[in-house]
């Protein structure tokens, strides 16, 4: 029996997602949609065959809608992710989970309180093959104890709206979430470090930067992120333990030998970086919802994201290393731990 969904946002990503279910996946289809452009959502429901919902607690109480993906503006997720919980629907929300630490807790706090695992958080890379086999080598202590983790993260150039802080909330984000998976280890502090500022960035934007991260266990882990590096769009992640190294490996792509050059093409977009991961996800997802149990990146996950990320942003103003204090980890989000997915 398919999966009936209901998603909340239809601009990009939204649509991409939309297009995936309909075009790509299995076991689900997309029944109803809202977004704050009522326009929008009416033209996207006539090419599904479905309906637009005036708001998004309409779509998320509607008898037809087995589950909700929400894909809109980060500010309003708290709002859907708690009226889906407080419904008893499974939610698939895009990063982040909500846009301060604050609000993330309260949807952990309702979720716990309820007792049962209802939200996955979109973090994606945590379902790309590479990394999936970088988590693997770990898993099986095939490289020893990890010790040091090098990342960085570059982009080809950024919008004139793109702020230094932006560089944490948006973008080093995900290597926060996905040492976490891979390393299957909590931070305690995190230190911003400036050095010389490229001449492509705006005047109001710092980059590169180097964020600093500390695992309980030990384990350092730097982080460069370089979001007008020009040259394409580049995920570096290098892992040494204590009797091997691992690396993420590179995208497919074809070598070439042509012109007196041997060259490897590199990419510059981010959604053809990481499309077939996002296939995977929402395609796990929806299993995961057919068989009632969630077990994607979950509310702590979002959680211990948001206020790593502020400690981050704490660091970026202050330069100094700022502690990061989770608390303990709910029992609910102990019977999956980081490792699983």
Known sequence: MAINIGVIGTGNIGQDHIRRITQALSGASVVAVTDIDPARAQKIAKGLGGRAETTGQNLITAKDVDAIIVTSIGSTHEEFVLAAIAAGKPVFCEKPLATTAAACKRILDAEVALGKRLVQVGFMRRYD?????LKEVVTKGSIGAPLIAHCAHRNPAVGDDYTTDMAITDTVIHEIDTMRWLLDDEYVSAQVLYPKKTSKAAK???DPQIVLLETASGIRIDV???VN???GYDIQCELVGETGVARLPEPSNVLMRSEAKLSVEILTDWKKRFIASYDVELQEWI???????IAGPSSWDGYAAAVTADACVESQ???????IKLGSRPALYRQVSTSSI
């Open 317 to 323: 103003k202050n330069g100094k290393i700022v502690e």
């Open 287 to 293: 299993h995961s919802v057919a068989s009632d149990k």
């Open 204 to 206: 109001h934007l710092a």
């Open 229 to 231: 590096a020009t040259y």
């Open 129 to 133: 093959a590479g990394y999936r086999l």
């Open 224 to 226: 460069e992120v370089f």
